[in-house]
């Protein structure tokens, strides 16, 4: 009882908080469009880590900065289309999550590279992880430093839009309703190209694992 | 489950695994400067922009006006009818306030 009291309290005092932070979102908002433009910093402050989280769970982090910084200005750009329905954050997410789109459809789907483009060593990671005998040992294999790179490898191997879903759906747990609420695309098309895409993932890995075992 | 989709499974756990590990990089210092640069940048072009869209505006209604006043003085038959349209060129907003005050 104790507990679930707690919990309401809780609740309440975070849907507050949640709503004085929309209302001073859109107290900025109001005072940018009205040309207060030094106001739009608080937006970056605010939303800083979050764009970065997500840009960098998507790119090379090398590139994250400049993305990022594409971000927030197409995010004062379109600042007049934002019609406030939704937290800013999320708009925010969608901005983020379509630029991460566009940069990995603007470097061209990467000309398949080869098995033997992996090294040793991410090879040999690929084969712990298999022959991992318990659950600690495969953690153990999944922190290691080769883990990032055979990641990039086998999503390089994907198209932009296959590479963005399968990202959010598989690798980052988003439900399908989420992604395409994020990618912009309808629920029927993100569930299709969100399987697809498993699919060619599967197809890349079963390679990987062949090249492995000989 | 065969060996084959136990092991493909635990593969693409493992990718799954190791992208949530990858902790997101923070932002370079004076990167926030960097986007506060750029925003009040667009905003300086965007109001040259419309003030460079305004001369033209007011060029063209001052023409317009100047066509609408010549075609009355021709219509009432005021003679040159040119001098109206001329008055208004020279001064449009004398011509515009002699006009409203004169109605």
């Known amino acids: 009882m104790m507990a679930a009291g707690l919990s309401m309290t809780h609740v309440m005092l975070s849907e507050g908080s949640a709503e004085a932070s929309a209302s001073f979102e859109s107290d900025v908002i109001r005072r940018i469009r009205g040309g207060d433009v030094d106001a739009f910093e608080a937006l970056v402050e605010r939303h800083r880590q979050r764009v970065f989280a997500i840009v960098g769970r998507h790119l090379p982090h090398d590139r994250v900065p400049e993305v990022a910084h594409d971000v927030f200005v197409a995010a004062f750009q379109g600042l007049a289309s934002f019609r406030g329905d939704k937290p800013f954050g999320h708009w925010l997410a969608r901005i983020a999550v379509r630029r991460c789109c566009d940069f990995w459809r603007a470097q061209g789907r990467r000309r398949e590279q080869a098995i033997s483009a992996l090294t040793d060593d991410q090879r040999a990671w690929m084969d712990g992880v298999l022959a991992a005998p318990s659950r600690e040992a495969f953690e153990e294999q999944v922190a290691r430093g080769e883990a990032r790179d055979v990641v990039a490898w086998a999503l390089g191997q994907l198209g932009a839009k296959d590479r963005m879903v399968v990202t959010l759906v598989h690798l980052q747990g988003y439900s399908v309703k989420e992604a395409s609420d994020l990618l912009g695309w309808s629920v029927p098309n993100t569930k299709i190209r969100a399987m697809r895409a498993r699919h060619a993932l599967r197809k890349i890995l079963s390679k990987v694992m062949e090249g492995v075992s000989r | ?103």
């Open chain 2, 1 to 103: 489950m065969s060996t084959e989709s136990m092991k493909m499974e635990k593969a693409e756990r493992a990718l799954a695994a190791a992208h949530q590990a990858v902790a997101a990089p923070d932002a370079p210092a004076g990167w926030q400067a960097g986007v506060m640069r750029s925003v009040r940048g667009l905003s300086m072009q965007r109001a040259a922009a419309a003030a460079d869209g305004l001369l033209p505006r007011l060029a063209w209604a001052t023409v317009a006006m100047a066509a609408v006043a010549w075609l009355a003085g021709w219509h009432l038959g005021c003679d040159p009818s040119l001098d109206m349209a001329m008055a208004v060129l020279e001064d449009p907003a004398g011509f515009s306030t002699s006009l409203i005050w004169g109605l």
